[in-house]
């Protein structure tokens, strides 16, 4: 009953910059937490940046001064503005959100996921 779809993945040079955006749909009553999460091959999902609670993101200490989230509560929308790129940034991106349906049961869902490339 609610979707969520990443958008804007790609290759990239590193010190390149790219830019993501998520949006959540259906039959949503409230976003209470939503962002964004990468897993490289071989390693675990981690946290790259969510709003978790309040106005305030939190950032994984590896990309805190490069990427900024953003969002559009208008529009169920998130964003991952991702600067100064390095290879290590390589990985699926997934986006997931969570909160209430208009049902006010609670709902947990994750993107397929977008690839973020950074090679030369």
């Known amino acids: 009953q609610v979707q969520v779809v990443e958008y804007g993945g790609g290759l990239v040079q590193p010190g390149g910059s790219l830019r993501l955006s998520c949006v959540a749909s259906?039959?949503?009553?409230?976003?209470?937490?939503m962002g964004w999460y990468r897993q490289a091959p071989g390693k675990q999902r981690e946290l790259v940046a969510a709003?978790?609670?309040?106005?305030?993101?939190n950032y994984g200490d590896s990309v805190k001064g490069r990427f900024t989230i953003s969002r559009d509560n208008a529009r169920n929308t998130v964003y991952l503005q991702m600067n100064s790129l390095k290879p290590e940034d390589t990985a699926v991106y997934y986006c997931?959100?969570?909160?209430?349906?208009?049902?006010?049961?609670?709902?947990?869902?994750w993107g397929r996921g977008t690839q973020v490339t950074v090679s030369s």
């Open positions: 997931n959100a969570a909160g209430l349906l208009s049902t006010k049961t609670r709902y947990d869902n």
């Open positions: 259906g039959s949503i009553f409230s976003i209470t937490a």
């Open positions: 709003y978790t609670s309040g106005s305030i993101p």
